[in-house]
Nanobody, 114 residues
Framework: VQLQASGGGLVQTGGSLRLSCKTSGINFRIARMTWYRQAPGKERDLVGNVSAGGSADYVDSVKGRFTISRDYSRNTMYLQMDNLKPEDTAVYYC?????????WGRGTLVTVSS
């Protein structure tokens, strides 16, 4: 199983980024997928998740600004981040629980400048 997150970078406050999480080794069509983030000096926190059917849920701090989607043809999950704020600065990780194991991708760094 591999989860490859990409798309991070430096963006100004109010800007947008789209993160991708390319998966392999799982049946992406039935896997629930999750985004987490870890800000400097803090614990890893949930951002949101998307069901196998494409229904997404978000933590309150990103509702209305972030959108999780999935492309079944590419086995890839996305995180569209709009109206970014400095407090969104973090390393973002994708995750799935598959066959009894938590799988994590290598994170991608998002830095939002004020």
């Amino acid at each position: 199983v591999q989860l490859q997150a990409s798309g991070g970078g430096l963006v100004q406050t109010g800007g947008s980024l789209r993160l991708s999480c390319k998966t392999s080794g799982i049946n992406f069509r039935i896997a629930r997928m999750t985004w987490y983030r870890q800000a400097p000096g803090k614990e890893r926190d949930l951002v949101g998740n998307v069901s196998a059917g494409g229904s997404a849920d978000y933590v309150d701090s990103v509702k209305g600004r972030f959108t999780i989607s999935r492309d079944y043809s590419r086995n890839t999950m996305y995180l569209q981040m709009d109206n970014l704020k400095p407090e969104d600065t973090a390393v973002y990780y994708c995750n799935t629980f598959w066959r009894g194991t938590d799988w994590w991708g290598r994170g991608t760094l998002v830095t939002v400048s004020s």
